[in-house]
């Protein structure tokens, strides 16, 4: 769904992430929900961020967008936007005047229930011209009703639903809404918590298809948030897998499903069952994945793991490089044993997928 | 229509099984619906629309459908949860009890798992509680090391062991996936001869997923359950069930066996949802081989229900229902574009954007690909959910 494949970090930056850490809950009991995560996301870009629940990857987000709500404390780190004017906006030191106008404006967010994040008391209308009062307020009455016109018709819904409340609405038609609203202010980044979960494989297929093309004509980058990688593998240019609060790879979308560097990455992949071929016993991943109240020692997958070597339940793997421009985080990939060959397998080459 | 005759008799068997629920309906009228009695005049839900199917022991059939295809409830009707309108449900060749306390008997035979395991076990209760209800309540143990022998031997049954490892926690204890064990080894500990799964692993991790649907397939094998498994992944459906039946708006489209049905669909909704689904090995751009919602299920079209989205819809499908033809071994498909009987006329107006596919029916090929891969894309308007987007809730959950 590309134009440019990118995390070959050639791109043009847009939103850094740099050792962001959130835990819920101060003092010893705290809970670390998200562990120096690192994440570029560049223009054009969709990256996609895949993780079980539980794994940190909605924390992240909502810790990146300052929306984390108390008990969630953000104990480090730096997330900065590069709008494009040269400037660059550290979104945690940001006050709150300096967010306000960057929200939505620039960074807006699609959730997955919008049965909830529509307010089921208003029109729909109401809601989609709000947000265009509050960030232009020099817009009309009349403009903000035609924009409101607008931007359902770039979703695929006819102005007459404008006067609908949410209830009124398919659950496809919600989704969609939200995707308008997220879109009023044209914003540079689009983050996408589930977008497409809650809805019918049939209608999920026809959103994600009418964001690429919104992407195509506005240009806008999307960090894609869902457990399914089956399906980020498809729509996503490079993907990030998180594991119990920290990245544990980051590959461009091909290389990472032919070629996945990370044993939890090797076994997720291994958790669909494919539509074609032969039929095959596969085994998923053994155990569950870990209560983040009590993470195992070292690398945090290494109880699940048939890879692991001692120094795994010892030491923390960090993100490092494993090979071209991938990264990834186990200790049998930096010189520790062998690789193994299930991880050595060879990248595919690296040929930008066709835009229709 | 039926699934394909197999070899041994089948545990339990659906004729013609329908289930309509009255929309505004008076307190009176639901319990005569409850009563399995026809519904008074008003509208109804066509939640499900003369199915007949086949459990065979060892074999798991999947249903699969969209939200609103009617699934759940079938599932509810097989467990006799819920009375049908029409239609009649065989237990190894008997006609199933109706009696509120014949019930008993019929549900030593037929158990259920429901799709939310934080949901389908008490959490004031632990796990050897929560055992030891079918125990008692079909009268097939003793309180005591009588009972506790079976509940073990329950646990071992879904590779929870050591047992008394397990038994004394509580639901808020355990993860997802052995909360879900749980509530298969409470199905399965009255030796039961049908299971019937309610999309028993889309609420737990990716990753232990695959766990839950080995351990159906080794019941399948080992203790020779005939396992009714509903989804709507069909990709799932595909690495388990031997068989499988694609729904559509309360009806069968198609049915057969589970590889066939996935890399040669025959009914035009098995091929679109085939086109929809994810599938990391596809490499060309997805064609979406159809457009819009579900019809209503108060007010579902005439003829067959899947010709309002369907690209091959011709004059004949508005008119009649489709029978089942035969799409290849035991595969059937409720389709008029497989009857060689019926001139291929098409519709007499063509869609506006005119990306009607041609006319002789061309089947994608085992990637659900068309050939003429370009033709369809989406036009502006024609693919939307219909003005009155909200379906009526047939009790089924996302």
Same mark, same amino acid.
């Given at each position: 769904?590309?134009?440019?494949?990118?995390?070959?970090?050639?791109?043009?930056?847009?939103?850094?992430?740099?050792?962001?850490?959130?835990?819920?809950?101060?003092?010893?009991?705290?809970?670390?929900?998200?562990?120096?995560?690192?994440?570029?996301?560049?223009?054009?870009?969709?990256?996609?961020?895949?993780?079980?629940?539980?794994?940190? =990857?909605?924390?992240?987000?909502?810790?990146?967008?300052?929306?984390?709500?108390?008990?969630?404390?953000?104990?480090?780190?730096?997330?900065?936007?590069?709008?494009?004017?040269?400037?660059?906006?550290?979104?945690?030191?940001?006050?709150?005047?300096?967010?306000?106008?960057?929200?939505?404006?620039?960074?807006?967010?699609?959730?997955?229930?919008?049965?909830?994040?529509?307010?089921?008391?208003?029109?729909?209308?109401?809601?989609?011209?709000?947000?265009?009062?509050?960030?232009?307020?020099?817009?009309?009455? =009349?403009?903000?009703?035609?924009?409101?016109? *607008?931007?359902?018709?770039?979703?695929?819904?006819?102005?007459?639903?404008?006067?609908?409340?949410?209830?009124?609405?398919?659950?496809?038609?919600?989704? @969609?809404?939200?995707?308008?609203?997220?879109?009023?202010?044209?914003?540079?980044?689009?983050?996408?918590?589930?977008?497409?979960?809650?809805?019918?494989?049939?209608?999920?297929?026809?959103?994600?298809?009418?964001?690429?093309?919104?992407?195509?004509?506005?240009?806008?980058?999307?960090?894609?948030?869902?457990?399914?990688?089956?399906?980020?593998?498809?729509?996503?240019?490079?993907?990030?897998?998180?594991?119990?609060?920290?990245?544990? *790879? @980051?590959?461009?979308?091909?290389?990472?499903?032919?070629?996945?560097?990370?044993?939890?990455?090797?076994?997720?992949?291994?958790?669909?069952?494919?539509?074609?071929?032969?039929?095959?016993?596969?085994?998923?991943?053994?155990?569950?994945?870990?209560?983040?109240?009590?993470?195992?020692?070292?690398?945090?997958?290494?109880?699940?793991?048939?890879?692991?070597?001692?120094?795994?339940?010892?030491?923390?793997?960090?993100?490092?490089?494993?090979?071209?421009?991938?990264?990834?985080?186990?200790?049998?990939?930096?010189?520790?044993?062998?690789?193994?060959? *299930?991880?050595?397998?060879? *990248?595919?080459?690296?040929?930008?997928?066709?835009?229709? | 229509?039926?699934?394909?005759?197999?070899?041994?008799?089948?545990?339990?068997?659906?004729?013609?099984?329908?289930?309509?629920?009255?929309?505004?309906?008076?307190?009176?009228?639901? !319990?005569?619906?409850?009563?399995?009695?026809?519904?008074?005049?008003?509208?109804?839900?066509?939640?499900?629309?003369?199915?007949?199917?086949?459990?065979?022991?060892?074999?798991?059939?999947?249903?699969?459908?969209?939200?609103?295809?009617?699934?759940?409830?079938?599932?509810?009707?097989?467990?006799?949860?819920?009375?049908?309108?029409?239609?009649?449900?065989?237990?190894?060749?008997?006609?199933?009890?109706?009696?509120?306390?014949?019930?008993?008997?019929?549900?030593?035979?037929?158990?259920?798992?429901?799709?939310?395991?934080?949901?389908?076990?008490?959490?004031?209760?632990?796990?050897?509680?929560?055992?030891?209800?079918?125990?008692?309540?079909?009268?097939? +143990?003793?309180?005591?090391?009588?009972?506790?022998?079976?509940?073990?031997?329950?646990?071992?049954?879904?590779?929870?062991?050591?047992?008394?490892?397990?038994?004394?926690?509580?639901?808020?204890?355990?993860?997802?996936?052995?909360?879900?064990?749980?509530?298969?080894?409470?199905? %399965?500990?009255?030796?039961?001869?049908?299971?019937?799964?309610?999309?028993?692993?889309?609420?737990?991790?990716?990753?232990?997923?695959?766990?839950?649907?080995?351990?159906?397939?080794?019941?399948?094998?080992?203790?020779?359950?005939?396992?009714?498994? %509903?989804?709507?992944? %069909?990709?799932?459906?595909?690495?388990?069930?031997?068989?499988?039946?694609?729904?559509?708006?309360?009806?069968?489209?198609?049915?057969?066996?589970?590889?066939?049905?996935?890399?040669?669909?025959?009914?035009?909704?098995?091929?679109?949802?085939?086109?929809?689904?994810?599938?990391?090995? !596809?490499?060309?751009?997805?064609?979406?081989?159809?457009?819009?919602?579900?019809?209503?299920?108060?007010?579902?079209?005439?003829?067959?229900?899947?010709?309002?989205?369907?690209?091959?819809?011709?004059?004949?499908?508005?008119?009649?229902?489709?029978?089942?033809?035969?799409?290849?071994? +035991?595969?059937?498909?409720?389709?008029?574009?497989?009857?060689?009987?019926?001139?291929?006329?098409?519709?007499?107006?063509?869609?506006?954007?005119?990306?009607?596919?041609?006319?002789?029916?061309?089947?994608?090929?085992?990637?659900?690909?068309?050939?003429?891969?370009?033709?369809?894309?989406?036009?502006?308007?024609?693919?939307?959910?219909?003005?009155?987007?909200?379906?009526?809730?047939?009790?089924?959950?996302?």
């Amino acid at each position: 769904m590309s134009a440019a494949v990118s995390a070959t970090g050639q791109g043009e930056r847009l939103l850094e992430i740099r050792g962001l850490c959130v835990d819920y809950g101060q003092g010893p009991a705290a809970v670390h929900a998200v562990t120096d995560a690192d994440l570029v996301l560049d223009r054009g870009e969709v990256l996609g961020l895949a993780g079980e629940s539980g794994s940190g =990857k909605s924390t992240l987000v909502m810790a990146a967008t300052r929306l984390l709500r108390p008990p969630g404390v953000i104990t480090g780190g730096e997330v900065r936007l590069y709008p494009g004017d040269g400037s660059a906006v550290d979104l945690l030191e940001a006050g709150y005047a300096a967010l306000r106008v960057l929200r939505w404006s620039q960074v807006s967010l699609v959730l997955q229930s919008a049965m909830n994040a529509l307010n089921p008391v208003m029109t729909i209308r109401t809601q989609l011209t709000d947000a265009l009062a509050a960030h232009l307020p020099h817009m009309s009455g =009349k403009q903000r009703r035609a924009r409101a016109v *607008e931007l359902l018709a770039m979703v695929g819904i006819s102005g007459d639903r404008l006067a609908s409340h949410p209830h009124e609405l398919s659950g496809g038609m919600r989704q @969609r809404v939200m995707i308008a609203m997220a879109l009023a202010l044209q914003p540079q980044v689009v983050i996408m918590d589930e977008p497409t979960t809650a809805l019918d494989v049939v209608t999920q297929r026809e959103i994600l298809e009418e964001l690429k093309d919104l992407r195509d004509r506005f240009g806008f980058s999307i960090l894609f948030i869902t457990h399914d990688l089956s399906l980020l593998i498809e729509i996503a240019d490079s993907i990030a897998v998180m594991y119990a609060g920290r990245l544990v *790879e @980051r590959a461009p979308a091909n290389a990472l499903f032919r070629a996945p560097r990370h044993p939890y990455t090797l076994g997720l992949l291994g958790s669909f069952p494919p539509l074609h071929g032969p039929r095959v016993a596969m085994t998923g991943i053994p155990g569950s994945p870990p209560d983040l109240r009590m993470l195992p020692s070292g690398c945090a997958f290494h109880p699940r793991c048939r890879f692991a070597v001692d120094r795994c339940s010892v030491d923390a793997p960090p993100l490092d490089a494993a090979g071209g421009s991938r990264l990834a985080a186990c200790w049998r990939l930096h010189g520790d044993g062998p690789v193994p060959p *299930e991880l050595a397998v060879p *990248e595919p080459d690296l040929v930008t997928r066709s835009t229709p | 229509m039926t699934t394909p005759v197999l070899d041994a008799p089948p545990v339990l068997e659906a004729r013609g099984l329908t289930k309509h629920f009255a929309v505004h309906g008076t307190v009176a009228a639901g !319990r005569r619906l409850l009563r399995g009695r026809a519904a008074g005049p008003g509208p109804v839900v066509h939640a499900v629309d003369d199915v007949s199917l086949r459990l065979m022991p060892a074999h798991v059939t999947a249903v699969v459908g969209e939200s609103g295809s009617g699934k759940s409830t079938l599932a509810r009707l097989l467990a006799r949860l819920i009375m049908p309108t029409a239609g009649d449900l065989l237990l190894g060749g008997e006609p199933a009890p109706a009696g509120q306390r014949r019930r008993i008997g019929y549900a030593k035979t037929v158990q259920m798992v429901l799709q939310d395991p934080f949901a389908s076990l008490n959490p004031v209760h632990d796990v050897h509680y929560h055992l030891s209800r079918p125990f008692m309540v079909h009268g097939l +143990a003793k309180p005591g090391a009588d009972l506790d022998d079976k509940i073990a031997a329950a646990l071992e049954r879904v590779a929870l062991a050591p047992a008394d490892a397990f038994w004394h926690k509580y639901p808020h204890e355990l993860s997802g996936g052995q909360r879900q064990r749980v509530a298969i080894a409470r199905a %399965i500990a009255v030796q039961p001869r049908v299971l019937i799964a309610d999309e028993p692993v889309s609420m737990l991790d990716v990753s232990i997923r695959l766990g839950l649907l080995n351990l159906l397939g080794d019941l399948r094998d080992r203790e020779h359950l005939a396992i009714l498994y %509903i989804t709507h992944d %069909i990709a799932s459906a595909r690495y388990l069930a031997d068989q499988i039946v694609v729904m559509y708006a309360g009806q069968v489209v198609e049915s057969g066996p589970a590889v066939q049905v996935t890399d040669s669909p025959a009914h035009p909704y098995t091929q679109l949802l085939l086109s929809a689904a994810p599938d990391p090995e !596809r490499t060309t751009p997805v064609t979406l081989l159809g457009r819009g919602a579900p019809p209503s299920a108060v007010a579902p079209p005439s003829g067959c229900r899947f010709r309002t989205r369907c690209p091959h819809a011709m004059a004949i499908c508005a008119e009649q229902v489709p029978p089942a033809f035969p799409a290849g071994p +035991a595969h059937v498909s409720s389709c008029w574009l497989l009857d060689a009987d019926v001139p291929r006329r098409r519709s007499a107006d063509p869609d506006a954007d005119g990306h009607r596919p041609d006319a002789d029916g061309h089947r994608p090929d085992a990637d659900g690909h068309r050939p003429d891969a370009d033709g369809h894309r989406p036009d502006a308007d024609g693919h939307r959910p219909d003005a009155d987007g909200d379906r009526p809730d047939l009790g089924e959950e996302k």
